[in-house]
Every structure is written in structure tokens, then in C-alpha cells.
């Protein structure tokens, strides 16, 4: 006979083999391993029952009571019962320790915390009740560093793969332990260790070197949506913050070369839009109604163009015809928005277009048929000729655009992606539906044509790849959170951005993983990239930009 196991992990067993387990089919076993298995494991089911929590907390206390003193945390929602009743059971054993926890995402009112609870100096265990690709897990790591604190374990109840998969502890020094992994119950349950390779383990710090990172003052952390993303040009990155202050620094130390502070915004909104530049100018919008134009080398201004009540669209220039367009909004009845083109040495407008609905979403610009394509709060589509400003033909989509649209002049087409579920590709001169491609949710950000493929991101948590002329699914990718942010190709590689703070790099061809950098708060940017020094500008949506460096 084997050997008995001790009675506080008999109740665990016997608890996840008889409540915790479910099989049924198209459930998910957990965030990053979804649809293909028809089992998952509730532990929420069961983990405020006295008898079960009680035995996981004395097991736990027989097994790290020596490493005291300490204190415990973990991520909603899963790991708040298991923090709770340890900072019982260790103060019932006369070992105080202290419990807080950390948000999936910062809390939207209020204080605005991560984190829940006083943290104190002691060094920290993380818990949690599975553990499936650890990328959750990662997320928490890189959080409690940031407040210098030393993590010096984690701890599962159960584990989903072969303790060789989870490099990303090992390579920080973090012992990891679960009480139980899927082959524990082959016999009873008949499952095992997963062996996906779409599940391949994810490196944390793909990128080795952080060359340094910007923190803007006062970032808004009410506004989670796209901000005014960086953008590099001649060793300077470019970028506006919540604060009000437009930024050039030095991409080589992130030293500010020159700022600019527009006067005042509207509702805690100064600068979302992200800049253009041309030449010796750099363009962008604020919420004080003005598009500015500054001499991208001193921060000189050079004009003002004054017409909206409130500029959230990134503006695009047409440097054959010398003009920049930006979408533009107003607090006028049935004329909310508008695009208008601008010229762009003396600020002196061209022509304007009005639409009923508010314009946040963004111009772009088709040097081929010389169109400027552009959408609006009221979901329509608009392409008007670039030199006059004439609407040419527009479409009326399922949802707000709130981002720029995708012109391929290789292809012909322009893609459009908006709040509503539909990526639509149309010709590009005369309106008529290339393809469709639907998705669950919508999205902020704007799609991506690489090849004869568009990629773009989803609130649903998914980044997408689909055929451009078909419209038929090439591969999805889960990200685990929401995705704000637009795709960007850099040297024959994919990188996006989500809401639970990682940048993913993505083969483009067969959407597999290639790694991740791992921050704190939300990517919903686009990323920038200076081909020059080799360094990845990664911005998030409190207003830090990192600088880095890949392996």
C-alpha cells in the first residue's frame, strides 16, 4: 500500500475531486487555457466552506511556518478567502502576519488603488488557488517590486503543467509550489499535466535591458482609454501627457530636451492625441480646443489653430499636399464634429468637413487616391478628397470610431474597426465591401494590414488576424484582458499591448507567443520604436513611458 497522505491534504483531494472539479463541455479550464477541454476547476465553490479552508490553512501553516515572519497577498477575486483566513490561522497560531490584495485592474473611482491593504516591510508569499501559464502571477511580481518589496515564494493549491514549465519564477530566484498538480488525479478525474505548445512558457523580460523610463506628473487614472501614444523622430520621441505639458526627450537617457503646456483642458482631459511630425514640425490637439504646431527642435510655437471646443483625434499630414488633417469636436446642436484640413506652414484653414456627432476618432491619408478617411461618434465612415475636403462616398458602420482607419495603397483598401463588432475593408475609391470580419466586442485601436492579413485587437481579450480579401480567421490570440491598443510590425514581428499591463511580441504568421514584457499599469497604446538605437518606447495609460531594449 502507498503511503497515506496526512488528513488536511486528504480534504483538499477529496474536495477538489468531488465539488471543485466540473465537467462539462464548453467550459473554460482557466484565463489562458480556454475552449478545447471540457473540464475546468471551481475552487470558489468550495473555498469558504470552514472544513476546507481550515485544511488549506494548516497545511500551509505546517509548511511555512518556518519561513515567518512574513505576510500573504494575491489577485482578486480568487485569492481574497485564502489571505483572509491565513492571517487568522497565523494569528490563532500566535504569528501575526499581515494580508492585503491587488486589484486585476485599478479600482475606476474612489482612491484609484491597486492594492488593497497596508503593505508592510516583511518579505511577501503570493497565493492563489490554480496556476495555469503564471502570467497573472507575473503581473503581482512586477507590482510588489516596484514598491522594492521581496517576494519569496508562491504558493497554489493546484498547478496546470510540469514545474519545468515556469521559468519565469525560476529566473527570479521565487520558489513556487502547489499542493497538487493535474496528473495528481489521472486516476480519479483523468486529466494530466498540459503539454499545449500554444502554451509555451512566456519570458517575462523579453526585453533585458530597461534603458530608462519617463513618469509624467498627475496622470489621469479615470480615463482608461488610448492616450497620446509616442512617436520618434531624429533621436527625439514625441508625446503629450494628462497633465497638459507636450514632451520631446532624448531617446538615448529619456532627458527632457523641451516641454509645452497648453492652458487648460475639459474634464480632467489635456492631451490624448498622439503627434504628428513633419519635417521640423511636430502636430497634436488638446482639450482646449486647439491644434498646435511647434518647432519639434526647441517647442517654439509656430501657430495655433483655434476653431473646435475640444481636440481628442491625433492628427495626419499629407506632405505632397503640405496640408495635416485632425478631427475636430464642438458643442454645437447637430454639428458636433467634423475633420478639417490644415496648412501646415501657415495654420490657415483649408477646408472643413462638419458631422453630426462628436469627431474623437482620427484622420489617416491615402497618398495613392490623395482621401482622407475618417470616422465619428455616430458610426459612420467618411472619405472626402484630400485637397477639398468633398465627401466621396461614406459607410455607416455597427459602432463609434473612436480611433485613425488603415489605408493599404498596396492593396487598394482601407480598413475600418470601431466600437461596434465589425472590421469592415472596403475599396478604397469607390466604398464597395471588400470583406467583413466580426468579433465579439469592438475596439479602441486602430487595425493593422501586414502582408495580405489584418490584425487588430478586441475588447473581447483577443488579438485577431484575418484574410484581408476573405475575411476568413487566420488565428486569434488570447491576451487575457482587454485590448486598447494598435498593433505595430517591427522588423517582421508583431507587438500589442493590454489592459493587464503586457506587451506581447507575436509571430505575425501563426500567432504564436514569442515572449511578453511585463509592467504594472495598462498598455493601451501603440508602441514606438527607433530603429537607430534599437529601443522600444512602451507607454502606458499613466502617462510612463519605458525605454528598452530587447535581448
Given at each position: 500500500?502507498?503511503?497515506?497522505?496526512?488528513?488536511?491534504?486528504?480534504?483538499?483531494?477529496?474536495?477538489?475531486?468531488?465539488?471543485?472539479?466540473?465537467?462539462?463541455?464548453?467550459?473554460?479550464?482557466?484565463?489562458?487555457?480556454?475552449?478545447?477541454?471540457?473540464?475546468?476547476?471551481?475552487?470558489?465553490?468550495?473555498?469558504?466552506?470552514?472544513?476546507?479552508?481550515?485544511?488549506?490553512?494548516?497545511?500551509?501553516?505546517?509548511?511555512?511556518?518556518?519561513?515567518?515572519?512574513?505576510?500573504?497577498?494575491?489577485?482578486?477575486?480568487?485569492?481574497?478567502?485564502?489571505?483572509?483566513?491565513?492571517?487568522?490561522?497565523?494569528?490563532?497560531?500566535?504569528?501575526?502576519?499581515?494580508?492585503?490584495?491587488?486589484?486585476?485592474?485599478?479600482?475606476?473611482?474612489?482612491?484609484?488603488?491597486?492594492?488593497?491593504?497596508?503593505?508592510?516591510?516583511?518579505?511577501?508569499?503570493?497565493?492563489?488557488?490554480?496556476?495555469?501559464?503564471?502570467?497573472?502571477?507575473?503581473?503581482?511580481?512586477?507590482?510588489?517590486?516596484?514598491?522594492?518589496?521581496?517576494?519569496?515564494?508562491?504558493?497554489?493549491?493546484?498547478?496546470?503543467?510540469?514545474?519545468?514549465?515556469?521559468?519565469?519564477?525560476?529566473?527570479?530566484?521565487?520558489?513556487?509550489?502547489?499542493?497538487?498538480?493535474?496528473?495528481?488525479?489521472?486516476?480519479?478525474?483523468?486529466?494530466?499535466?498540459?503539454?499545449?505548445?500554444?502554451?509555451?512558457?512566456?519570458v517575462p523580460n523579453l526585453f533585458g535591458e530597461i534603458r530608462w523610463k519617463f513618469q509624467g506628473e498627475s496622470p489621469n487614472l479615470f480615463y482608461v482609454v488610448p492616450k497620446s501614444a509616442p512617436v520618434v523622430s531624429d533621436g527625439f520621441v514625441y508625446f503629450g501627457t494628462d497633465d497638459g505639458n507636450f514632451f520631446s526627450l532624448d531617446v538615448m537617457n529619456g532627458r527632457v530636451a523641451w516641454r509645452?503646456?497648453?492652458?487648460?483642458?475639459?474634464?480632467?482631459?489635456?492631451?490624448?492625441?498622439?503627434?504628428?511630425?513633419?519635417?521640423?514640425?511636430?502636430?497634436?490637439?488638446?482639450?482646449?480646443?486647439?491644434?498646435?504646431?511647434?518647432?519639434?527642435?526647441?517647442?517654439?510655437?509656430?501657430?495655433?489653430?483655434?476653431?473646435?471646443?475640444?481636440?481628442?483625434?491625433?492628427?495626419?499630414?499629407?506632405?505632397?499636399?503640405?496640408?495635416?488633417?485632425?478631427?475636430?469636436?464642438?458643442?454645437?446642436?447637430?454639428?458636433?464634429?467634423?475633420?478639417?484640413?490644415?496648412?501646415?506652414?501657415?495654420?490657415?484653414?483649408?477646408?472643413?468637413?462638419?458631422?453630426?456627432?462628436?469627431?474623437?476618432?482620427?484622420?489617416?491619408?491615402?497618398?495613392?487616391?490623395?482621401?482622407?478617411?475618417?470616422?465619428?461618434?455616430?458610426?459612420?465612415?467618411?472619405?472626402?478628397?484630400?485637397?477639398?475636403?468633398?465627401?466621396?462616398?461614406?459607410?455607416?458602420?455597427?459602432?463609434?470610431?473612436?480611433?485613425?482607419?488603415?489605408?493599404?495603397?498596396?492593396?487598394?483598401?482601407?480598413?475600418?474597426?470601431?466600437?461596434?463588432?465589425?472590421?469592415?475593408?472596403?475599396?478604397?475609391?469607390?466604398?464597395?465591401?471588400?470583406?467583413?470580419?466580426?468579433?465579439?466586442?469592438?475596439?479602441?485601436?486602430?487595425?493593422?494590414?501586414?502582408?495580405?492579413?489584418?490584425?487588430?485587437?478586441?475588447?473581447?481579450?483577443?488579438?485577431?488576424?484575418?484574410?484581408?480579401?476573405?475575411?476568413?480567421?487566420?488565428?486569434?490570440?488570447?491576451?487575457?484582458?482587454?485590448?486598447?491598443?494598435?498593433?505595430?510590425?517591427?522588423?517582421?514581428?508583431?507587438?500589442?499591448?493590454?489592459?493587464?499591463?503586457?506587451?506581447?511580441?507575436?509571430?505575425?504568421?501563426?500567432?504564436?507567443?514569442?515572449?511578453?514584457?511585463?509592467?504594472?499599469?495598462?498598455?493601451?497604446?501603440?508602441?514606438?520604436?527607433?530603429?537607430?538605437?534599437?529601443?522600444?518606447?512602451?507607454?502606458?495609460?499613466?502617462?510612463?513611458?519605458?525605454?528598452?531594449?530587447?535581448?
Open positions: 500500500m502507498g503511503e497515506i497522505p496526512p488528513m488536511n491534504e486528504m480534504i483538499l483531494r477529496k474536495a477538489i475531486e468531488d465539488e471543485v472539479f466540473v465537467a462539462e463541455e464548453a467550459k473554460r479550464t482557466s484565463a489562458m487555457h480556454e475552449g478545447n477541454s471540457a473540464w475546468l476547476f471551481d475552487f470558489r465553490a468550495v473555498m469558504l466552506q470552514p472544513e476546507i479552508l481550515n485544511a488549506y490553512c494548516e497545511l500551509f501553516y505546517e509548511r511555512y511556518q518556518e519561513k515567518y515572519p512574513f505576510q500573504v497577498c494575491g489577485l482578486e477575486v480568487a485569492a481574497i478567502p485564502l489571505v483572509a483566513a491565513l492571517v487568522m490561522k497565523f494569528h490563532e497560531k500566535r504569528k501575526p502576519i499581515n494580508g492585503f490584495f491587488i486589484r486585476k485592474s485599478r479600482k475606476k473611482s474612489g482612491l484609484l488603488k491597486m492594492i488593497e491593504g497596508k503593505v508592510t516591510d516583511d518579505p511577501v508569499i503570493i497565493v492563489d488557488d490554480l496556476v495555469n501559464s503564471g502570467s497573472t502571477i507575473m503581473r503581482q511580481i512586477e507590482i510588489l517590486q516596484e514598491l522594492d518589496k521581496r517576494v519569496i515564494g508562491i504558493v497554489s493549491i493546484l498547478r496546470f503543467r510540469d514545474a519545468s514549465y515556469y521559468v519565469n519564477f525560476q529566473e527570479r530566484n521565487i520558489p513556487f509550489e502547489a499542493f497538487f498538480e493535474l496528473s495528481d488525479f489521472k486516476e480519479s478525474l483523468g486529466v494530466v499535466n498540459l503539454q499545449d505548445s500554444r502554451y509555451t512558457p512566456l509645452y503646456k497648453v492652458p487648460f483642458g475639459s474634464k480632467g482631459k489635456y492631451i490624448l492625441s498622439t503627434p504628428a511630425v513633419y519635417r521640423d514640425m511636430v502636430f497634436f490637439g488638446a482639450y482646449d480646443g486647439n491644434l498646435y504646431a511647434l518647432d519639434k527642435r526647441t517647442g517654439q510655437k509656430k501657430w495655433v489653430f483655434m476653431e473646435a471646443d475640444w481636440v481628442g483625434s491625433s492628427p495626419c499630414v499629407a506632405e505632397d499636399l503640405g496640408l495635416v488633417f485632425i478631427g475636430l469636436e464642438y458643442g454645437l446642436f447637430r454639428k458636433h464634429g467634423g475633420v478639417s484640413g490644415i496648412d501646415m506652414r501657415t495654420g490657415e484653414k483649408v477646408w472643413e468637413f462638419r458631422s453630426p456627432a462628436l469627431t474623437h476618432g482620427s484622420p489617416a491619408y491615402s497618398e495613392k487616391f490623395r482621401v482622407v478617411g475618417c470616422g465619428s461618434n455616430d458610426a459612420v465612415f467618411s472619405v472626402l478628397h484630400a485637397k477639398t475636403g468633398k465627401l466621396l462616398w461614406s459607410y455607416q458602420t455597427d459602432g463609434p470610431i473612436k480611433h485613425a482607419p488603415c489605408f493599404s495603397d498596396e492593396h487598394d483598401v482601407v480598413v475600418v474597426l470601431g466600437h461596434g463588432e465589425t472590421v469592415f475593408v472596403f475599396k478604397t475609391d469607390t466604398g464597395d465591401i471588400v470583406s467583413k470580419f466580426r468579433m465579439n466586442f469592438g475596439s479602441y485601436g486602430s487595425p493593422l494590414v501586414f502582408r495580405e492579413s489584418v490584425i487588430c485587437g478586441s475588447f473581447d481579450k483577443h488579438v485577431y488576424c484575418f484574410d484581408l480579401f476573405t475575411g476568413v480567421l487566420k488565428w486569434k490570440f488570447y491576451t487575457g484582458s482587454r485590448c486598447f491598443s494598435t498593433p505595430v510590425i517591427v522588423d517582421g514581428l508583431l507587438y500589442i499591448g493590454s489592459n493587464n499591463a503586457r506587451l506581447f511580441e507575436i509571430d505575425p504568421e501563426t500567432g504564436e507567443v514569442l515572449g511578453i514584457f511585463q509592467t504594472k499599469e495598462r498598455i493601451v497604446n501603440k508602441i514606438a520604436y527607433d530603429r537607430n538605437t534599437g529601443t522600444f518606447l512602451v507607454p502606458t495609460f499613466a502617462n510612463e513611458i519605458f525605454a528598452l531594449k530587447k535581448r
